[in-house]
């Protein structure tokens, strides 16, 4: 015998054809291995498709009969279920005709699909087969930003005399015929419900959920900040310290440093976390604010950073330390003109490591600024830095 794991909510988007709720929950029950009952059904649609899905599913009980004629527990579809998108004064849209409507209707379906996917007992199957184009997009979409590997996307497919005949729901124990008309009334043929095909399309889709970071609300922003995360990816591959191997790691490339060098480097690196005036900002792109002068690199505090990662390089007890102690201690730091010499080789032994030179920027220890007052720093994104103790 099986046990159930999930919860089962299945998610529609619909305009006026409620024919894709009674299609699909006939596949997974006809079609599907093992069979799926939804716990939960939600519709999303606008006011006058609202109207139609209560008024054929509810009032005229097709879902009821359906649910009898296949032995099936009631189906849980109340009103409370259809959801219906406001525009952006909050005033429900009848229809999907303005460019600030597909962006309503994107927003709501997206942040829709976040919460319901914040549940991990839940399983969401997305239907979207119905409703406009951009509808089914947007929930796609939605989908694949916020999908788990246990949600499923569908679409179903009908035969093409039986899709959206206003009076084919499912196709029936028992057969029977139904009439095709034109516009203007004319009988075309008639069909009988024996030759209707049905199935469900699962559709495979990208999820990015827990490799991207998403803050943003609106659908706009979280498309924008995916593309940022993408870019980064494409771009800046992470940088790894690696104190105890006195190495640096670029993407797959990993460079060996002095540890000199090395405490150096990782210093100008904790700056992008710990000297950062913008902590609640996701990207650093062009900014440089973290950057110091070689005068707070020279400083006793800056000093004192650095020993802690020459011991990490060296262990505690090591009379390297002491050594590094000695030399640089009484001075208070290590002085300007060492920094700079080490700066030069450090920039140098990692362009002679990194094959790509586009990359190189955003490595090296760049200096901004006028001579005598330049600052110093990495323009790598602070998402992109993982230090190893």
């Known amino acids: 015998m099986s046990v159930k794991t999930y919860r089962e909510i299945l998610i529609f988007v619909t305009g006026t054809t409620p024919q894709i709720v009674t299609e699909t929950l006939y596949c997974l029950n006809q079609a599907t291995q093992p069979p799926i009952f939804p716990d939960e059904i939600h519709i999303l649609t606008t006011s006058s498709g609202k109207e139609k899905i ?86 796609g979409a939605a989908l694949q930003l916020f999908g788990r590997p246990w949600d499923k996307l569908y679409h179903v497919l009908v035969s093409p005399d039986f ?39 699962e559709l495979p889709f990208v999820r990015l959920r827990d490799k991207i970071s998403f803050a943003g609300r609106s659908f706009r922003e979280l498309v924008r900040e995916g593309q940022k995360e993408i870019d980064m990816a494409t771009i800046q591959p992470y940088l790894q310290i690696h104190l105890k191997e006195r190495a640096i790691s670029i993407g797959k490339t990993t460079i060996d440093m002095v540890p000199i060098q090395m405490v150096i480097y990782t210093h100008l690196v904790r700056q992008k976390e710990f000297n950062c005036p913008f902590p609640n900002r996701p990207y650093c792109l062009d900014c440089i604010e973290c950057f110091i002068t070689l005068g707070d690199l020279s400083k006793r505090k800056a000093f004192e950073e650095m020993t802690k990662d020459y011991q990490k390089i060296y262990g505690p007890y090591s009379g390297r330390v002491e050594d590094f102690l000695k030399r640089w201690g ?7 003109d060492t920094l700079r010499q080490n700066i030069s080789k450090i920039n140098t032994v990692i362009r002679e490591n990194i094959e790509d030179e586009t990359l190189f920027p955003f490595y090296v220890i760049t200096p901004v600024g006028k001579h005598g007052s330049k600052r110093y720093g990495i323009k790598i994104e602070k998402k992109k830095i993982v230090i190893e103790s």
């Open 163 to 201: 899709e959206s005949h206003p009076e084919f729901y499912y196709k029936p124990r028992k057969n029977r015929v139904l009439e095709l008309r034109d516009s203007g009334g004319k009988l075309i043929m008639k069909i009988e419900t024996r030759d209707a095909e049905i199935s469900l399309a």
């Open 330 to 336: 009484h001075k208070g730091g290590i002085d300007s």
């Open 54 to 139: 209560e008024r054929e599913l509810l009032e005229r009980e097709r879902l009821k009969v359906f649910s009898k004629e296949f032995g099936l527990p009631p189906i849980p579809l109340t009103r409370e279920s259809i959801h219906v998108v406001c525009d952006e004064k909050g005033n429900p849209l009848e229809d999907i005709r303005e460019v600030s409507h597909n962006e309503s209707v994107g927003d709501f379906i997206a942040n829709f699909i976040r919460e319901k996917a914040e549940d991990p007992g839940v399983r969401l199957h997305c239907s979207l087969a119905g409703g406009r184009k951009t509808m089914s997009f947007y929930l």
